[in-house]
């Protein structure tokens, strides 16, 4: 099946850092998701991108649905611990609207 | 306001034994999934169902059967467990017309 591929796999970083992850994959994606995933919980929405070029905010947020609409980006400012978990990025694989492809996440750590 | 309701929330079994893990949602949705994680791995789908009384295999359905009891349940069993099914399993739903899944918390089985 459609692979989507995510890096980095995990993230090391300061508090007030700011945060960049993006999640590659060799065919088209009508749509693009982002979830967290905390310790001991289920993935949960973050932000969904529609449209190439398109760029959405939820807070210190913001992702990007890359042109080629072969890429998507999650940008997170001013981490704080609270930020630490697992990204995943998200698409329906073309042609089926029922399943969603997950990549295998990001791993982010925030240091105080 | 519960969601999607996964019981029971870790489980040891024997290699041989069987077992069936149990996920409903109240949120009127039709399509309902079962997605297995591993590390390194993200979420891999196993079988879904989108709607009452259909279901469909995924990219990693062998050794699992499925049940769409109504449209509030989904069960996933497994006959015969084997160490490689160690896993966290996680239920979801979906909502007609969108693409944001609402997850379970998981149910976290040891095979042994």
């Known amino acids: 099946g459609q692979q989507l591929n995510q890096s980095p796999q995990s993230m090391f970083i300061q508090e007030g850092e700011d945060v960049s992850m993006n999640c590659t994959s060799s065919s088209i994606f009508n749509t693009w998701l982002w979830y967290k995933q905390e310790p001991g919980e289920g993935p949960v929405l973050l932000i969904a991108?529609?449209?190439?070029?398109e760029l959405t905010s939820n807070g210190r947020l913001t992702a990007q649905f890359g042109i080629t609409r072969k890429d998507s980006f999650l940008n997170i400012s001013a981490s704080i611990p609270s930020d630490v978990g697992i990204y995943f990025c998200a698409g329906p694989p073309s042609g089926s609207a029922r399943q969603l492809t997950f990549g295998s996440g990001t791993q982010l750590t925030v240091l105080p | 306001n519960a969601g999607v309701t996964q019981t029971p929330k870790f489980q040891v079994l024997k290699t041989g034994q069987s077992m069936t893990l149990q996920c409903a949602q109240d949120m009127n949705h039709n399509s309902m999934y079962w997605y297995r994680q591993d590390p390194g791995m993200g979420l891999r789908l196993i079988y879904y169902?989108?709607?009452?009384?259909?279901?469909d295999k995924g990219e990693v359905p062998n050794g699992y059967n499925v049940s769409r009891l109504n449209k509030r349940e989904f069960s996933l069993r497994l006959e015969s467990a084997a160490p490689s099914q160690t896993s966290v399993y996680f239920c979801?739903?979906?909502?007609?017309?969108?693409?944001?899944?609402?997850f379970g918390s998981g149910t976290r089985l040891t095979v042994v």
């Open positions: 979801a739903s979906r909502g007609q017309g969108s693409y944001g899944y609402t």
């Open positions: 991108l529609y449209k190439a070029g």
């Open positions: 169902s989108a709607s009452e009384g259909t279901t």
